[in-house]
């Protein structure tokens, strides 16, 4: 079993509409949560730092963690055509470095 | 202000060869970081720096492999005799220490014949 699971899709959805990504991840230890974008051919873009569980929004981007479920989401609203790109998650645990990533889900917003 | 900056951008190269890859960090960051993605794959840690402390180099797959950094600024990630296998994009991160978000270059993506 992976660490950290992620359905690679692609998912597509129309523009406006409201998209739902998500990991699971298999070890209670993990604290610190992060998403992260990435462009083809570019490297990813830090979305969102999120520690421990509870809710985090950030303009259109809200991230998501249940740690009773492991189970992390980030919600974009409003989605853009810009918005398409594959999206990572990351874990790791307290006082580490090493960032444990999900595979990405391909995103495609329709215009 | 400048990102996590790498090059070359492509590199390709005829299996049997050394490369060399270079990442130039964020000024100010202390730490930094080695990551190889493979297609379908997540990112894979490979190597660590922080400051003048011993790098942890625990994710490098092979003797093959080896990274400098000199101080706090540049580092090069280093293939030996390179393998088809070796083919990936690899990308350089760097924060302001160890507990702090990674911020990602744009990768080198190496292709071998």
């Known amino acids: 079993q992976k660490e950290v699971e992620q359905d690679p899709g692609p998912l597509s959805v129309p523009e406006g509409a409201i998209v739902s990504l998500n990991c699971t991840y298999s070890?209670?230890?993990?604290?610190?949560f992060m998403w992260y974008r990435q462009y083809s051919r570019k490297g990813p873009e830090l979305l969102m730092y999120?520690?421990?569980?509870g809710n985090k929004e950030d303009g259109r981007f809200t991230a998501q963690v249940d740690k009773s479920s492991k189970y992390i989401s980030l919600f974009i609203r409003d989605s853009q055509p810009s918005d398409s790109a594959t999206y990572l998650c990351?874990?790791?645990?307290?006082?580490?470095?090493?960032?444990?990533f999900g595979t990405g889900t391909r995103l495609k917003v329709l215009a | 202000g400048a990102g996590v900056s790498q090059s070359p951008s492509n590199k390709v190269t005829e299996k049997g060869k050394d490369v060399e890859l270079r990442c130039d960090p964020i000024?100010?960051?202390?730490?930094l970081y080695w990551y190889r993605q493979r297609l379908g794959q997540g990112l894979e840690f490979l190597i660590y720096?922080?400051?003048?402390?011993?790098?942890?180099k625990s994710g490098l797959p092979s003797d093959r492999f080896s990274a400098e950094r000199t101080g706090e600024s540049v580092s090069t990630l280093t293939i030996q005799r390179t393998q088809q296998e070796d083919s990936a994009v690899y990308l350089c991160?760097?924060?302001?220490?160890?507990?702090?978000?990674?911020?990602f270059g744009d990768g080198t993506r190496l292709s071998i014949l």
């Open positions: 070890n209670s230890a993990f604290q610190y």
């Open positions: 991160a760097s924060s302001l220490d160890q507990n702090q978000p990674q911020h």
């Open positions: 720096f922080q400051g003048n402390s011993a790098p942890d």
């Open positions: 990351a874990t790791t645990t307290s006082g580490t470095y090493k960032y444990i």
């Open positions: 999120t520690y421990s569980s």
């Open positions: 000024s100010g960051h202390t730490a």
